[in-house]
């Protein structure tokens, strides 16, 4: 070869050597680009003046649209449209700095996949049926929300969960979600439950139906099998939405608490581009029993800019027989009492 040609074939060489390391630099790049984990929450306090029949008491109220927050969060593209992910939501108390329930995450703790063919997770989850009643409420909110009143019959969160979600097919998902209970206890099967949800939204129409069993188990006095049922939905009229739901729970065991139904009826709307305004109306009747109680939450939420609302909640609890249906974090009131709690607050999300 002569050395025209090998001078020729050595600059070849070296343009080949300066494009592949090109390449590389822009796939190393571009895998980094792929990887986010970001930090966000939420701080809400206010002042609440609540009273019963008998007693009455101004607090420092805190969480009052829902609970003051921590979170860390963070998706990898995977490629071919797989994505890992996971999210830590410490729940927390504004007044006292506390964590909620003594639990560093007291909201989810979990991992997971999504991808063509849907999205698993695992850890500490929502429970199905909290989601529709809490995201399908008229105020969404702790305070106001008429969804409270059915708070006691189910946990809002399972501990040692996995759910499925399917691809969504033309507005409508299905879920399964089995939670595994106290798995630290051989032979207890406390909080084993499953749910089965199914989520529909399109247009101008949002329904959720959910379908739950769990057991608890306290031995020797108490071992039943819980049965709930709910359905929510929305519809957007244009000018306000009109809310809807339905919530069932049975028991079949020994040491049961009273079953019971609740309803709830609601609307929401916003007035400017700043303010919303809601009013809902919820009934709990207990199951064999003269028990009770009817609910009417008013609220107006004004946005001071992207993360700032400053907000006023009331609601108004009869009780009939023996019930003692509280205000959110308020007085217990006697059995039969009525309750009342107004409140102004702030809630600044980051």
Not at 72 to 84: I, K, M, V
């Amino acid at each position: 070869m002569n050395p025209s040609c090998r001078k020729l074939l050595r600059r070849h060489s070296r343009v080949r050597q300066v494009m592949l390391s090109a390449a590389v630099a822009s796939t190393c790049s571009s895998a980094f680009a792929q990887s986010a984990v970001s930090v966000s929450g939420a701080v809400d306090a206010g002042i609440a003046y609540v009273k019963t029949d008998s007693a009455s008491q101004m607090q420092l109220a805190t969480g009052s649209i829902a609970a003051s927050s921590l979170v860390f969060q963070g998706t990898e593209n995977l490629g071919r449209g797989y994505n890992a992910f996971f999210l830590l939501r410490t729940l927390f108390f504004t007044d006292t700095g506390e964590v909620s329930a003594n639990r560093l995450y007291g909201s989810e703790s979990k991992v997971g996949l999504s991808g063509p063919q849907g999205r698993i997770e695992a850890g500490r989850l929502f429970n199905p049926t909290h989601q529709a009643l809490v995201f399908k409420s008229p105020s969404q909110s702790n305070f106001a929300g008429a969804f409270n009143m059915a708070i006691g019959g189910y946990q809002p969160y399972w501990n040692d969960s996995l759910r499925y979600t399917t691809p969504n097919f033309h507005g409508a998902t299905l879920a399964v979600q089995h939670s595994f209970g106290d798995t630290g206890v051989s032979g207890n099967n406390n909080a084993a439950g499953t749910a089965y949800a199914i989520n529909y939204d399109l247009g101008k129409l949002s329904l959720s139906g959910i379908y739950e069993t769990v057991s608890t188990v306290a031995l020797p006095a108490v071992n039943y099998r819980a049965k709930r049922s709910t359905v929510m939905g929305v519809y957007d009229f244009g000018f306000m939405k009109a809310h809807a739901g339905f919530f069932n729970e049975n028991h079949g065991g020994v040491g049961a608490p009273l079953e019971f139904n609740l309803a709830i009826l609601g609307v929401s709307k916003v007035v400017t581009g700043a303010l919303r305004v809601t009013a809902e109306y919820g009934h709990k009747d207990f199951k064999n029993s003269s028990n009770q109680a009817n609910y009417v939450g008013l609220a107006a939420f004004y946005s001071l800019s992207k993360r700032t609302t400053l907000y006023s909640q009331i609601n108004l609890i009869h009780n009939g027989g023996a019930a003692q249906q509280g205000v959110y974090r308020g007085i217990v009131p006697r059995p039969g009492e009525n309750t009342s709690g107004y409140l102004v607050g702030m809630r600044h999300t980051f």
